[in-house]
């Protein structure tokens, strides 16, 4: 079994050293060609796959042998956050909610078309002011990355107060 690390293009290769332990060769002079040499994220999901290697001599002789190689993706995606958001408390209600959108600035993954995102916490209320939260981005392949966030919870709704006329009478 031959592993094949993907790259930051999403792109891997192989070669002859990679795959054939030995090639007895009695003229000593051979090519080697594989069904499949280059490997990419689509592959991820059929891996392991078997190709085949064919050692060809210069009399046009040939042998074949087949190789089970495994795909892997072992970078974590890159994310980009906002240090520090604002937010602000529902004016009826007292509570507020954040969304991974509105604290990434950019994400990008070699493999992955969508990243999972998940917040540490996405709900606040009255009890606090401020608040660091994680932001994890995972990947297809479970690699993940973090980015940290200061929440600043702010109330600006004044107190509704209503009040009675009172009359006094001396």
């Known amino acids: 079994n031959v592993e094949v690390i993907l790259d930051q293009n999403g792109v891997g290769n192989i ?7 030995s090639v007895l060769e009695n003229c000593a002079s051979y090519t080697t060609t594989f069904d499949q040499g280059t ?16 050692v060809t001599d210069a009399h046009d ?3 074949n042998c087949q190789v089970d190689i495994t795909i892997i993706d072992n970078l974590a995606p890159e994310l980009n956050c906002q240090t520090n958001y604002d937010l602000e408390l529902d004016t009826i209600t007292g509570l507020a909610s954040i969304l991974a959108s509105d604290i990434i600035i950019s994400s ?12 540490s916490q996405d709900q606040f209320d009255c009890s606090l002011s401020e608040v660091t939260v994680t932001l994890t981005a995972t990947d ?3 690699n993940d990355s973090t980015c940290d ?3 600043s919870i702010s109330d600006t709704t004044p107190p509704e107060l209503t009040c009675l006329d009172y009359t006094v009478y001396l």
């Not at 070669?15 to 332990?21: A, Q, Y």
């Not at 993954?109 to 990243?115: G, K, V």
Request: charged share 20%; glycine share 0%.
């Open 108 to 119: 990008s993954d070699n493999c992955a078309n969508e990243l999972d995102f998940v917040l």
């Open 61 to 63: 002789n040939s042998s």
């Open 15 to 21: 070669v002859e050293t990679d795959t054939l332990v």
């Open 39 to 54: 490997f990419s994220c689509a592959d991820l999901t059929n891996s392991p796959i078997e190709i085949t290697a064919t």
């Open 149 to 151: 966030v200061v929440v």
């Open 140 to 142: 297809e392949s479970t």
